[in-house]
C-alpha cells in the first residue's frame, strides 16, 4: 500500500483567521471547553491544527476548532493539508470516530490518571470521569465473566444539557447497560 504524506507545510497563524469548515459536525460544550483551557493553560499547544488552503488564500479547518474557539488570539501551529474539498470531508467525519474506537485498559488508565497532577478543576473532572466512564469493567478492563451480552446496540439520546445527559448515563449505568458517552 502506498501512503501519501498530505501536509504540506507547518504555519503558525493567530487562531482568528482560521475558518471554521461550515459541515463541522462536532459541538463543544462549556465542560469541554473548560478542560481544554486548563491543559492549554498548564501544556500549551503540544499539536497541531488541521486546515486545507482555500483558493482565496484563506485556511479552512478539518481538526481542531476546539482549539482555535477557546484561543481566538493566541498564534496556533497549522498543519496545512493538501487534500480536496471531498477529502476535508472524509476527515471531518472520521478522524474523532476513528479514535474514539480504541479500547481502554481500565487499569493502565486508572494508574495513569493518579499520577496526572492539574490545578484546573475542569481537567481533573475530565480525567476522574474517564476512570469512572465503564462501571461494567474489571480492574484489567475486561468484561465479567459472567456477563452475557446477546447483542449490542448503539442509541443516541439528545439531552437538553449536561445534567440530564448524567442522569441518562447514571440510569442506564444503574440497570447494568455499558454505557459511553461518545460527545460531553
Known amino acids: 500500500m502506498q501512503i501519501r ?57 478539518v481538526d481542531g476548532h476546539l482549539r482555535a474557539e477557546v484561543t481566538p488570539d493566541a498564534i ?16 471531518l467525519a472520521t ?9 481502554t485498559d481500565a487499569a493502565l488508565l486508572a494508574a495513569l490518571v493518579a499520577d496526572v497532577e492539574t490545578d484546573s478543576q475542569a481537567v481533573r473532572a475530565l480525567l476522574d470521569d474517564l476512570v469512572a466512564q465503564d462501571p461494567l469493567a474489571d480492574q484489567d478492563g475486561s468484561e465479567p465473566a459472567d456477563l ?6 448503539q442509541v443516541v439520546v439528545d439531552c437538553r444539557d449536561e445534567a ?3 442522569a441518562v448515563y447514571e440510569r442506564l449505568a444503574g440497570e447494568g447497560m455499558k454505557c459511553k458517552v461518545l460527545s460531553l
Request: glycine fraction near 4%; hydrophobic fraction near 45%.
Open 5 to 61: 504524506d498530505r501536509i504540506k507545510e507547518l504555519r503558525r497563524v493567530p487562531a482568528h483567521q482560521l475558518r471554521p469548515h461550515p459541515r463541522n459536525w462536532r459541538q463543544h460544550p462549556q465542560r469541554q471547553q473548560d478542560a481544554m483551557r486548563g491543559v492549554l493553560a498548564e501544556i500549551g499547544y503540544a499539536d497541531a491544527l488541521l486546515a486545507r488552503e482555500l483558493p482565496d488564500g484563506s485556511l479552512q479547518l
Open 76 to 91: 496556533v501551529p497549522v498543519l496545512v493539508l493538501d487534500v480536496s474539498e471531498d477529502e476535508a470531508l472524509k476527515l
Open 95 to 103: 478522524l474523532d470516530p476513528l479514535a474514539a474506537m480504541a479500547d
Open 148 to 153: 452475557i451480552v446477546p447483542a449490542t446496540f
Open 164 to 166: 440530564e445527559q448524567r
